[in-house]
């Protein structure tokens, strides 16, 4: 079965960068564009980012554009979060999730905290 | 990007029907048939239950169905059971691979 599991979540000072991965198994990765979704504390979803099947496109949310970069290795079926200068307001459970066949997000991850706080 | 509008709460009685919906723009809901559905319960991941408008993924019970009017897509509930407990979630594809999610709608099974 589909499985996304994220790592490299954490506690880190504002201003620091931190990577997010998303280790992908049961399904052909390089077949399939990938999302990066979080949810701050309390709050609801937020479409942070997306990678097509072999790095053709990406596309990013305007909260999110020039400070997080999303990128795939299809050669270990590995889905990456770069952030960088972060700030509180990044505090926040990142999910990765899968694209689906028609207009959807069919499978998601657990999901990974990242804590931006002095 | 452009906002979906659901309201924050709704809540029914085991047996009794739900509907929730999720408001956006003539040029986006009112346009293509890209909304979907995701139930999230307390403390775990989100999970879809609805694809293209009123499309049941396989395992998902068919007491939850989808449909459109207009600019306003809505999730109905039907047997409301107290599993169904959750919040819920409408998204939309609006261009290329931009994604756009509605609030949240927390269901309140009494």
């Known amino acids: 079965q589909v499985q996304l599991v994220e790592s490299g979540g954490g506690v880190v000072q504002p201003g620091r960068s931190l990577r997010l991965s998303c280790a992908a198994s049961?399904?052909?990765?390089?077949?399939?564009?990938l999302h990066w979704v979080r949810q701050a504390p309390g709050k609801g979803l937020e479409w942070v980012a997306f990678?097509?099947?072999?790095?053709?496109?990406?596309y990013y949310a305007d909260s999110v554009k020039g400070r997080f970069t999303i990128s795939r290795d299809n050669s270990k079926n590995i889905l990456y979060l770069q952030i960088d200068s972060l700030r509180a307001e990044d505090t926040a459970v990142y999910y990765c999730?899968?694209?689906?066949?028609?207009?959807?997000?069919?499978?998601w991850g657990q999901g990974a905290l990242v804590t931006v706080s002095s | 990007q452009s906002a979906l509008t659901q309201p924050p709460s709704v809540s029914g009685s085991p047996g009794q029907s739900v509907t929730i919906s999720c408001t956006g723009a003539s040029s986006d809901i009112g346009t293509y048939n890209r909304v979907s559905w995701y139930q999230q319960p307390p403390g775990t991941a989100p999970k879809l239950m609805i694809y293209?408008?009123?499309n049941r993924p396989s395992g998902v019970p068919d007491r939850f169905s989808g449909s459109k009017s207009g600019n306003t897509a809505s999730l109905i509930i039907s047997g409301l059971q107290a599993e169904d407990e959750a919040d819920y979630y409408c998204?939309?594809?609006?261009?290329?691979?931009?994604?756009?999610f509605g609030g949240g709608t927390k269901l309140t099974v009494l």
């Open positions: 990678i097509c099947n072999d790095e053709c496109d990406q």
């Open positions: 049961g399904f052909t990765f390089s077949l399939y564009g």
């Open positions: 998204g939309l594809k609006i261009g290329g691979s931009i994604w756009v």
């Open positions: 999730a899968r694209d689906g066949a028609h207009y959807d997000i069919d499978s």
């Open positions: 293209d408008v009123s």
